[in-house]
């Protein structure tokens, strides 16, 4: 697909996105996929609230995990949104971007301090990346936006709002390259915002402020860029899907392989299923959708229906 095509198609995506919850795009041949938004999921202890709700990941136990600006700032709820506990304020400053590994270890971007750390679900600090200070060295971040992971164990950071690149980093967090530089060509980035690896070993970088994701290979050489989307957040769904939060059209949408419009739902708004900055997303194993909200100061749940 032209890059020409590819905006067209993310104009009509938006525009039809503001029409009403769930409406597929007649223009690609996809599958279509419903979800039921959950109203009032979360439970959480009496008298606690939300802050600015940035990231969210679901563990391969179903344990739901909530990264926000607030008191408690990791939470971590069951697969009803019952809580069950929590842990942050002595560690973290300011919550960004939240992933969950493969062993469910808890990986979090504190853009506060310039910093990643890795948790055991129970919130033990396991790894600790960053010396507190905003740098260029390949020790230091600057306000660094999330973390994934590579099928050898190794992972890879978005950095971020100050630097411009990603970072790529063995199992036990030494150092390997980096890659990236600001700027708008090819290669380039405006905000390393949201990174994944895909099934295919494909890099998956979400260049906000360029409105683009670029896919490298694992040594950051790159091989596509799918232009049109301001992606805040990237997943992947369990059929192997890219979804984006696009905080700025206030809509999820549904990417195949290809980087092509499948599929969009919401508009700005606070009812469920509408989104107030959509920022990052999850699944689960059953495909339902999890999406935090920055200015909606939520967490919701999309349950997929068959």
Known sequence: ???????FVSALTFCVAWCGFSTPLPLLAAEPIQFEPVANFLKLPGGWTLGKCSAVAVSGKG??????RGKHPILCFDADGKYLRS?????????????IDRDDNVWVTDIGQHRVFKFDRTGKLLLALGD???????????????????????????????NSRVMKFSANGAFIKSWGTPGKAP????????????SRGRVLVGDRDNNRIQVFDREGQRLEIWDGLAPYGLALSPAGDVFVADGRAYTVFRLDALGKVQQSWGRKGNSPGEFDLPHMLSFDAAGNL????IDGKRLQKLVKKK
Do not use: C
């Open 132 to 162: 507190g200070k905003p740098g260029t060295e390949r020790d230091q971040f600057n306000k660094p936006t999330d973390v994934a992971f590579g099928p050898d164990g190794e992972f890879y950071v978005s950095d971020g709002y100050g």
């Open 63 to 68: 344990e739901i995990y909530l990264f926000h």
């Open 290 to 293: 999890f999406v935090a909200e």
């Open 187 to 198: 290669g380039e980035f405006n905000v390393p915002h949201a990174i994944v690896i895909d």
């Open 87 to 99: 842990w942050g304020d002595d560690v973290i400053g300011n919550a960004h971007g939240l992933r």
């Open 1 to 7: 697909m032209s890059l020409a095509l590819l905006r």
